[in-house]
């Protein structure tokens, strides 16, 4: 014991010790964040200011746009500093906060989505009950509850994971603190508290995947029995969105969960941290945008206002 030591901070290792590359992994970081930062707080923005998108299916996808952009923001950020310096130390509390907050977004993301699956089941399946079932208190209430289940959820896997001091290794082979290389440096007694957090979770998980399956299949089946191929792909528009963005979020998750936990720093450990980290938050707006006609035609309303208002300003 006397020569145990105890780590109070970590070292995020790069791929190549090359600084040329490691700027190279900065600017290409800076240019994916900026690329989701615009994407999301432009269809935040337009969903808040835009009158025509005050319905509750926005107001989800507006949560969603706030969501993505934090979850970035957690670790990309603080990545881009460590490349562009040369810097590779990260303090115990902010891998915590970091590990904390990547958790939150990731799993109230989770949570928004199974709501907007039923909100899109009771729209398509249940049309006339729909301004009664999906109302303005109903969506503030599954909104505070997905936030509030989301802190929970992270609050609980990461009060497990830093719950014992490292004494093991600070040596973490990833560009931020990512789940899977914690825990492979944690101690046997925090493994087995983080697999017991693990296998409640998975059950919790269970049941929101049960109301997903169920949604889209009542959704699916619904379509199915229109007579109308116009009304057909009419009504598919209206929750493709949502099925792509869910598609890209389960991949990034088996990603993320299933992918190998290397012991070393390789292009391969960055790819996949890059997919289950940057993907989703740099594509959703973008089905957001091309998928949705009201979002589309809410960006020409906002940016022809703006072209206007300079317009008026440069005449002046």
Known sequence: MDNLTIFTEFLL????SSRELQILQGLIFLVVYLGAMAGNLVTFTIIVIDPHLHFPVYFFMGNLS???FGYISV???KSITNSLMG???ISLRACATQTFLFIFFGSTEFFFLVVMSYDRYVAICHPLHYGSTVSPRFCTQVSCGSWASGLVYSAVHTGTMFS???TESNVIHQFFCDVSQIMSISSQAVQFSEFVAIAVSVCIT???FVILFASYVHIFS???HMHSVEAQKKTLSTCSPQIATLTLFIISGLFASLGPVSNSSSIQTLLTAMFYSMVSPLVNPI????RNREIKSAVHRMLKKVFQFHRRDFIS
């Open 206 to 208: 269970l049941f929101g």
């Open 87 to 89: 810097h590779k130390v």
């Open 164 to 166: 014992h001091p490292f």
């Open 66 to 68: 706030l969501i993505d």
């Open 287 to 290: 089905i957001f945008s091309l």
């Open 75 to 77: 670790t990309v950020p």
């Open 13 to 16: 290792m790069d791929i190549s």
């Open 222 to 224: 619904t379509v199915l």
